[in-house]
């Protein structure tokens, strides 16, 4: 296929800016077009002042500053966009200021091409904070890309009264609406599993946005997203304590008696230890857990490894388990992503159980690292994770169907059945490893995609 121009508009990269999968899917796919002879540029936000060690400035996009981030040697180009007020320091700030940073976002996209000389065949925009560049006239073909509908940038007009040149119109609420705008002027839609696109063209999970996204006729095309296995192999990980594969998995006893060393001393050696690694948030259904322990804990032998932040409520409930079970339950609170490779690495389940999840990255993590997922069928979850069958071999993970508490303790009891089963388990954990969610499956429907829209 003869090489394309891509210009990826986000607010999160893998290595530079993340908070969450976005950014693992915006690099991942980036590297992976890259890898495919593609001449792929990334446009994201500076969120703090940028020192001439990091970046150089290539000139101004109105009153923005346009800055070249010094990457390694043959990686993508990426630019970062200084917008004057706005180095706040936090990526997001919840507030008018998310809409003045993306809207100028959006802006600099269009203009981009100008001061690069740069011309690109197609704007790939990300999720509600790119959402606006398919309205504004941009000089290229637009694909847009919802990675969650739960995020929609709605804002009340006057947020944006001192940005200049911004195509999105007040609604009748008298809010602007990044991404509903957005859905209505790209000439893409995808999202990132085909469990998802269907989903959310019903009113259960289109978030008010399902009849948008029905009028688009065959949109949204669901592509489900890839991993990154240059930093998620536990045979190459730096940040775990043993190297392991799929052909020689003995590096994850040693993973194992790690983290239970440090969060959980004391605990059985031979119980099952469960991981969870995730924003604790309404959506990841860190509450259903938070329900089913004490039940958990007095049915099972199993111990609770968490890390996560965000709620306040959730944060609390967790703290207040690990105080009353210090040897069964750990919680750490906070963004820390050594421990979460260790946790994907010496957890034996993992939990992800979800009310809703686009793809979900952290559940074909763990698979990677031999460590059984046990998830919610709904979205991407239902996309890679498949139930596990002792019979005939079959599956590589225990999925539940109903987002309660019960629905989950019977998919872990199940899941830790199988971790007590001498002939099932290790069959269990090869088939996870063996499971390849490599971006290089996914990305030809990408190209494929862009072609259309180049040469429709
Ligand atoms: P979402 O994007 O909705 O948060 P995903 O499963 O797509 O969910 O991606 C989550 C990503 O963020 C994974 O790479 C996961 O390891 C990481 N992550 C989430 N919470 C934390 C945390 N507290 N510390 C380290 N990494 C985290």
Redesign the pocket.
């Known amino acids: 296929m003869a090489p394309m121009k891509i210009l990826m508009v986000a607010a999160e990269y893998a290595g530079l800016v993340k908070t969450?999968?976005?950014a693992?899917a915006v690099a991942g796919l980036t590297g992976a077009l890259a890898g495919a002879g593609h001449d792929v540029r990334v446009l994201v936000p500076a969120y703090a002042p940028i020192g001439p060690e990091t970046a150089h400035e290539l000139g101004p996009i109105g009153d923005c500053r346009l800055l070249e981030h010094r990457n390694a040697a043959g990686g993508p180009r990426i630019y970062r966009l200084d917008a004057p007020g706005l180095d706040t320091g936090s990526v997001y700030t919840g507030d008018d200021r998310d809409a003045v940073r993306f809207a100028r976002l959006a802006g600099a996209a269009c203009a981009l091409g100008d001061v690069l000389g740069w011309r690109a065949d197609v704007f790939h925009c990300h999720d509600w904070h790119a959402a606006l560049a398919p309205a504004m006239r941009p000089p290229a073909p637009t694909m847009l890309t919802v990675h969650?509908l739960g995020y929609q940038g709605v804002f009340p007009a006057s947020a944006l009264a001192g940005v200049g040149d911004v195509r999105a119109a007040p609604e009748a609420d008298g809010n602007v609406h990044f991404l509903r705008t957005g859905l209505r002027a790209a000439d893409r839609v995808t999202t990132v599993s085909p469990t998802y696109a269907r989903e959310i063209r019903t009113p259960e999970f289109g978030m008010g946005l399902d009849a948008v996204l029905r009028d688009r006729g065959d949109d949204p095309l669901g592509i489900l997203n890839g991993v990154d296995y240059q930093t998620w192999e536990p045979s190459t990980d730096p940040l775990i304590d043993a190297p392991y594969g799929a052909e020689d998995p003995s590096g994850k006893a040693t993973a194992r008696a790690s983290l239970r060393g440090d969060l959980l001393p004391g605990f059985d050696r031979n119980a099952p230890l469960v991981g969870l690694?995730?924003?604790l948030v309404h959506q990841k259904g860190v509450d259903l857990l938070i329900d089913a322990l004490p039940e958990l804990l007095a049915r099972t032998r199993a111990g609770f490894a968490v890390?996560?932040?965000g709620d306040a409520v959730l944060e609390r409930a967790l703290e207040g388990l690990a105080d009353a079970h210090p040897g069964r339950v750990a919680f750490r609170n906070?963004?820390?992503?050594p421990?979460?490779h260790r946790i994907f690495a010496g957890a034996d389940l993992f939990v992800v159980p979800s009310r809703y999840e686009p793809?979900?990255?952290?559940q074909m993590?763990a698979l990677r690292y031999g460590t059984i997922p046990v998830v919610r069928r709904t979205g991407g979850l239902a996309d890679t994770v498949l139930h596990f069958d002792p019979a005939s071999g079959r599956g590589n993970g225990s999925v539940f169907e109903h987002a309660d508490p019960q629905g989950l303790i019977w998919a872990l009891e199940r899941a830790i059945e199988w971790f007590d089963d001498a002939a099932a388990w290790p069959r269990l954990v090869r088939n996870a490893m063996r499971a390849d969610f490599s971006w290089a499956r996914q990305v030809g429907a990408y190209e494929e995609a862009y072609r259309r829209l180049i040469r429709p």
Request: glycine share 22%; aromatic share 10%.
């Open positions: 969450g999968g976005l693992d969650n690694v995730s924003r890390l996560g932040s906070g963004y820390d992503e421990l979460a793809c979900g990255l952290t993590y």
